[in-house]
């Protein structure tokens, strides 16, 4: 079938080379993909299945996400990285042989209130400056001996912390957020987790037991002033659509709701059947790129719930059904989201559901 609306195409052999990245960065940790809020938009049981044997655990935000793996028969070690807040979580959790993380007293205090014998794998999460989920350093050993007296608690505790900067190679608070890290950890033994995608990209000594990429696995630049092409990062998403309209605008004639752009000349332009309904983004600037046939044509008028309009003046052999990318090889999500006054995963986990999919490898 020939897609004729708004869709997209992921390549996932580009996962695989976007891995293998991560491979060459950090050959001596152990790899958690994260592939939380439907793997960046690419499809969480897609992307799970193709990982198969290419990772050694994978990391989702909740535990509804760690569930729909586990009743997809995916194996192996699954992290919910958000953690629990109810009582009633814990069988779930052990149901499903999941790992979790801790981040706050009051986990421990439901771990405790349970007294009941398991081997639940838990991660001590330390907040060494983000200030979002983890315990203060100066309440860890206390934290720590607690768990360990946990009966519901399996005795090989792990570390874990998130950068906040790590995305800029000019800011120190990476390296002082990993020394406190460090610190706080001391003598314990326990496996230890701080590099996400800009971590074990940028900064080396993040690269510890285990490192946790995201962004990178998709394809996309995890740093603020290197792109995903000299990073040798490969996007697995492109987004198409195609021409369904090309209309002659006279000079001065308006175009899009509110009027937003004026003809300044005599113009040509292209309905392209996409939208903020699929997941375009509506505040995409005037003079957003976009390829047709291999030109690039600029964005006019408002983006509106299932169109946008294409300036085509200077353009040759564009015709009616003509296939447009949106975003993907040649044409950064990064690229798009600057433009929005955005970030890439805004881009790639808002798009929707008529959006058809297709697996190319």
């Given at each position: 079938?020939?897609p004729?609306?708004?869709?997209?195409?992921?390549?996932?052999?580009?996962?695989?080379?976007?891995?293998?990245r991560?491979?060459e960065?950090?050959p001596?940790?152990?790899?958690?993909?994260?592939i939380?809020?439907n793997?960046?938009?690419?499809?969480?049981?897609?992307?799970?299945?193709?990982?198969?044997g290419?990772?050694?655990?994978?990391?989702?935000?909740?535990?509804?996400?760690?569930?729909c793996?586990?009743?997809?028969?995916?194996?192996?070690?699954?992290?919910?990285?958000?953690?629990?807040?109810?009582?009633?979580e814990?069988p779930v959790?052990?149901k499903?042989?999941?790992e979790?993380?801790i981040?706050?007293?009051?986990?421990?205090?439901?771990?405790?209130?349970?007294?009941?014998?398991?081997?639940l794998?838990?991660?001590?999460?330390?907040?060494?400056?983000?200030?979002?989920?983890g315990i203060n350093?100066?309440?860890?050993?206390?934290?720590?001996s607690?768990?360990?007296?946990?009966k519901l608690?399996?005795?090989?505790?792990?570390?874990?912390?998130?950068?906040?900067?790590?995305?800029?190679?000019?800011?120190?608070?990476t390296?002082?957020?990993l020394?406190?890290?460090?610190?706080?950890?001391?003598a314990?033994?326990g496996?230890?987790?701080?590099?996400?995608?800009?971590?074990?990209?940028?900064w080396?000594?993040?690269?510890?037991?285990?490192?946790?990429?995201?962004?990178m696995?998709?394809?996309v630049?995890?740093l603020?002033?290197?792109?995903?092409?000299?990073?040798?990062?490969l996007?697995?998403?492109?987004?198409?659509?195609?021409?369904?309209?090309?209309?002659?605008?006279?000079?001065?004639?308006?175009?899009?709701?509110?009027?937003?752009?004026?003809a300044e000349k005599?113009?040509?332009?292209?309905v392209?059947?996409i939208g903020?309904?699929?997941?375009?983004?509506?505040?995409a600037?005037?003079?957003?790129p976009a390829?047709?046939?291999n030109?690039r044509?600029?964005?006019?008028?408002?983006?509106s719930?299932?169109?946008?309009?294409?300036?085509l003046?200077?353009t040759?052999?564009?015709?009616?059904?003509?296939?447009?990318?949106?975003?993907?090889?040649?044409?950064?999500?990064?690229?798009?989201a600057?433009?929005?006054?955005?970030?890439?995963?805004?881009?790639?986990?808002?798009?929707?559901?008529?959006?058809?999919?297709?697996?190319?490898g």
């Amino acid at each position: 079938m020939i897609p004729v609306a708004a869709h997209i195409e992921l390549d996932l052999s580009a996962l695989q080379h976007n891995v293998h990245r991560v491979r060459e960065y950090a050959p001596k940790s152990q790899l958690m993909a994260v592939i939380k809020a439907n793997a960046y938009g690419h499809g969480l049981l897609r992307v799970a299945n193709h990982l198969k044997g290419e990772v050694d655990a994978v990391a989702v935000a909740r535990l509804d996400e760690a569930m729909c793996l586990r009743g997809a028969h995916i194996q192996g070690r699954i992290l919910v990285l958000q953690g629990f807040s109810q009582a009633n979580e814990i069988p779930v959790l052990q149901k499903y042989q999941l790992e979790v993380v801790i981040h706050s007293v009051e986990q421990v205090a439901i771990l405790e209130s349970l007294n009941k014998q398991g081997s639940l794998r838990v991660w001590l999460k330390i907040d060494t400056g983000m200030n979002r989920l983890g315990i203060n350093p100066a309440k860890f050993v206390e934290i720590l001996s607690r768990l360990q007296q946990c009966k519901l608690v399996h005795p090989s505790i792990g570390f874990m912390t998130h950068f906040a900067n790590a995305d800029d190679e000019q800011d120190e608070k990476t390296m002082r957020q990993l020394q406190l890290f460090n610190d706080t950890i001391g003598a314990y033994s326990g496996e230890k987790s701080s590099a996400n995608s800009a971590g074990l990209m940028s900064w080396p000594a993040s690269r510890q037991d285990w490192v946790r990429p995201g962004l990178m696995l998709y394809g996309v630049s995890p740093l603020l002033a290197k792109t995903a092409a000299q990073l040798n990062l490969l996007p697995v998403m492109s987004l198409y659509s195609r021409i369904i309209a090309i209309k002659q605008v006279k000079k001065g004639q308006a175009v899009g709701y509110g009027g937003s752009w004026l003809a300044e000349k005599d113009a040509l332009i292209a309905v392209v059947s996409i939208g903020y309904g699929d997941g375009y983004p509506r505040h995409a600037k005037q003079g957003t790129p976009a390829i047709i046939n291999n030109q690039r044509v600029p964005l006019i008028g408002r983006v509106s719930m299932d169109m946008l309009t294409l300036d085509l003046s200077g353009t040759r052999h564009i015709k009616l059904g003509d296939k447009v990318k949106l975003w993907g090889e040649g044409l950064p999500v990064e690229e798009i989201a600057a433009y929005a006054e955005t970030i890439p995963y805004t881009l790639l986990c808002g798009i929707t559901q008529r959006v058809q999919v297709y697996e190319k490898g």
